[in-house]
């Protein structure tokens, strides 16, 4: 959750810089500009935060691979007195064997709002919830190596560490979780580019483990899917879906942190979904996107996702949820990394008029 505000604060500040360069410089894709790092100022804005300011750096290099890795350092204070600073990288190394590391780290202290649990809606005439906003604090680490097996497949394992504590406002309580877990993951990969796609399958599956035994908080078993699909249709014209699914397997499912239940919405699943309205146990959503040149570095996209969250104990139905919308891309370098800007409408809200309808995303890299 720490990482979604770090990209989005880079996302702003390399917005501000990159527009400028690339006003002046009508060149096409192939003649960006190709540097191997960037160092930019942090400034963001969300109504949890109101203005924050840091700094962030990106590094881009290869490893003895055809394809690029990148490693992304960046913190950040806000006039709430919130702050974060975190490391994520992706590294791609060797040619005959492959090998890809996958890694994230840091701590935050941010506000969030706790919805409940459930698909239902708590408020009439509308499929929205009453949140109870919460403080929180969190650190947490994941590193994930995988080994090239046949053809384009990895397979490997992840370790996953999460610490977390919680004070919730209203009934002033202070809940501590910790959840280290183990895993295995899978994965096949065809896409010609990493951040822009267009062509190929990706596909990922994973099981992950937290045990008392290794002093977590819960037993628990999180299973997790993401398939994804780019089909060319045009000159520079892609077709992309994705379907998504998540489940926490417990034996006691009611004692199941909520921190660790599956969700929707958010920036980057289900747009325009308020991330955490929605969570349980099982997650299932499918998301697709029409992605177009505009002119020459300018793309636009327009976009469509649905999904929702169950109780794999006592399966109840609700109306899915729903988001729509359009979104312009800047691309920033030859590496195809866009700064993302979106504006997604839910169907939780159903008046035209009302501010909360709407998702507005400023951020970087693309939702899948």
């Known amino acids: 959750m720490s990482y979604r505000f770090m990209k989005r604060g880079i996302a702003v500040s390399v917005l501000l810089v990159w527009m400028s360069v690339l006003s ?10 190709n540097w191997p790092a960037m160092g930019v100022p942090v400034i963001n ?3 949890e935060t109101r203005w924050e300011f840091g700094a962030a750096a990106q590094v881009y290099f290869k490893v003895l691979s055809p394809k690029t890795s990148i490693i992304q350092v960046g913190g950040a204070y806000s006039l709430n007195k919130q702050w974060y600073a975190n490391v994520q990288g992706t590294l791609y190394v060797g040619k005959l064997l492959p090998w890809l590391v996958q890694f994230r780290a840091g701590y935050r202290r941010y506000p969030d709002t706790y919805y409940g649990i ?5 408020l009439p005439d509308t499929y929205a919830r009453i949140g109870e906003p919460y403080d929180s604090e969190r650190a947490y680490a994941y590193v994930q190596p995988l080994i090239g097996i046949r053809d384009n497949w990895l397979l490997g394992v992840h370790v996953d560490y999460i610490w977390e504590r919680t004070h919730m406002q209203n009934s002033d309580e202070t809940v501590t979780i910790q959840m280290p877990g183990l895993g295995i993951t899978a994965q096949y990969d065809t896409r010609d580019v990493l951040y822009y796609p267009s062509k190929g399958m990706f596909l990922k599956a994973g099981v992950t483990h937290y045990n008392r035994r290794w002093r977590a908080t819960a037993d ?3 299973c997790s899917i993401d398939w994804r699909q780019y089909v060319p249709i045009g000159k520079y014209v892609v077709w992309c879906y994705q379907l998504r699914a998540d489940i926490a397997l417990s034996s006691k499912p009611g004692q199941i942190p909520f921190q660790m239940l599956p969700t929707i919405g958010g920036q980057d699943l289900v747009r325009g979904i308020p991330y955490g309205m929605y969570r349980d146990n ?8 029409l992605r177009f040149p505009i002119w020459r570095w300018l793309r636009g996209c327009a976009f469509a996702g649905i999904g929702d969250v169950y109780d794999y104990t006592h399966w109840q139905w609700a109306l899915p949820k729903v988001g729509y919308g359009v979104g312009l891309r800047v691309t920033i370098n030859r590496a195809k990394i866009n700064i993302r800007a979106d504006v997604a409408r839910n169907n939780i809200y159903p008046s035209w008029s009302d501010i909360k309808s709407y998702g507005f995303y400023l951020t970087a ?4």
């Open 45 to 47: 804005y969300t109504p």
């Open 118 to 122: 459930g698909n239902q809606a708590n």
């Open 24 to 33: 002046s410089s009508a060149a096409p894709l192939d003649s960006l500009p």
């Open 220 to 222: 628990l078993t999180r």
């Open 282 to 289: 099982t997650m299932i959503a499918l998301q697709g996107e």
């Open 365 to 368: 890299t693309e939702a899948f």
